[in-house]
């Protein structure tokens, strides 16, 4: 298997009034996140990192394919952060820290979530304060409480 490569995507998915989707890890029960994900290969675009996995872990459709209605925003802000150790086997011998690059989308509530079962066991909508205090990351937990100021530029 090859190993992953230490650049990903955050995406935090939101509703107009600021409720927030977050999935619960299959492989860490209790962990709960936003859709991240590494990308396929280091010259995948970030845009279409966010969107692939946007849809892979979620059903969620952005971008043309979708629709104008369902648009992945660019937050043009990148988080680096040392590789959780019990995930480090994933990455090439001595990376220890990934960069993560933070993308939103606005979707209606009553859109269809589709879980990839291999990635996540659940789902759940929150207010985003207390999505931020439910994630185990604290890149994750600190885009959420970001998205108001996000938002209004």
């Known amino acids: ?5 230490p650049e990903s995507v955050l ?9 927030v989707l977050l999935i619960e890890r299959a492989d860490r029960a209790g962990f709960w996140q936003s859709v991240t994900g590494s990308l396929d290969t280091p010259d995948e675009p970030l845009a279409q990192t966010a969107a692939r996995e946007l849809f892979e872990e979620t059903g969620i459709a952005a971008g043309a394919a979708a629709g104008a209605d369902i648009v ?5 802000l990148a988080n680096i952060y040392t590789i959780y150790p019990v ?7 001595g990376v220890t820290e990934n960069t993560e690059h933070v993308f939103s989308v606005e979707v209606p ?4 979530i589709t879980l990839s079962p291999r990635e996540h066991l659940q ?10 205090d439910k994630c185990f990351s604290s890149s994750n937990a600190e885009a959420i409480l970001q998205l108001p100021q996000q938002l209004k530029r």
């Open 11 to 19: 995406v935090v998915i939101h509703t107009a009034d600021l409720q």
């Open 72 to 76: 992945l925003r660019d937050w043009q």
């Open 87 to 93: 995930w480090r086997h994933r990455y090439a011998p």
């Open 109 to 112: 509530r009553d859109i269809a």
């Open 123 to 132: 789902y759940t909508w929150l207010p985003y304060l207390e999505a931020a």
């Open 1 to 5: 298997m090859p190993y992953k490569i």
